[in-house]
């Protein structure tokens, strides 16, 4: 009988010692998020409201074109592939904006590769992250609307792209005020 109140003692000593190194194990590991938590709070981008006006915005536009559009893309989306033909087209036809695609996360070689095999000119194509940070995209494919107001940049719009459809609509109604466009019409579906 006293073996076992002994080992029942033993036991009890020996899962609170266990404890006490696991909450010592566990505050570690939180000391640790703590102090890295700064570095990754840097990387994340500034949000930018539509309207907003965005300063020193490296575009490379003539005085005489008022709007830009900004194709947000990257080599490795597939969605992306499926809007060149449409994004090329209403390049080619319109005077009215300046169009570039912009890959923003790809590095120069990617770019050239994969704009010789979709036939992307080279003065269409911008391969700047700093535009990317700067007009907050989180996602590609998608389109920006910037309109110049004197030296700087008001941007008008900025939407994730699903499909061609979607982006002939929002480049066909580029005259169009971008609180003035709805819901149903931003995806393409005209009622």
């Known amino acids: ?3 076992l109140v002994l ?7 020996f899962v609170l010692a266990l404890s006490l190194v696991t909450f010592s ?10 102090r890295t938590q700064p570095v990754a709070s840097e990387l994340r981008t500034v949000a ?9 915005l490296d575009v490379p536009a003539h005085q005489s074109v ?7 893309v990257t080599t490795s989306c597939p969605v992306c592939r499926m809007l ?29 590769a994969y704009a010789i095999e979709h036939g992307i000119p ?7 992250p700093s535009l990317a940070d700067q007009c907050a995209i989180t996602s590609a494919p998608t389109l920006v609307r910037l309109q110049r107001d004197g030296q700087r940049w008001r941007l008008l719009f900025r939407r994730t792209i699903v499909s061609s459809q979607q982006l002939q609509t929002l480049l066909n109604g580029y005259e169009l005020d971008a609180d003035a466009v709805g819901p149903d019409y931003r995806l393409g579906v005209r009622a």
């Open 122 to 128: 080279t003065a269409g194509r911008l391969v700047k």
């Open 1 to 3: 009988m006293a073996w």
């Open 84 to 112: 060149h033909a449409t994004f090329s087209e209403a390049n080619q036809h319109s005077g009215a904006f300046a169009a570039y695609w912009v890959f923003a996360r790809d590095t120069l070689e990617a770019v050239t």
């Open 66 to 72: 008022e709007t830009v559009s900004l194709l947000f």
């Open 7 to 13: 080992s029942s003692v033993l036991l009890a000593i």
């Open 25 to 34: 194990l566990a505050r570690q590991i939180g000391v640790l998020h703590e």
């Open 48 to 56: 930018v409201e539509e309207g907003a006006m965005l300063e020193k």
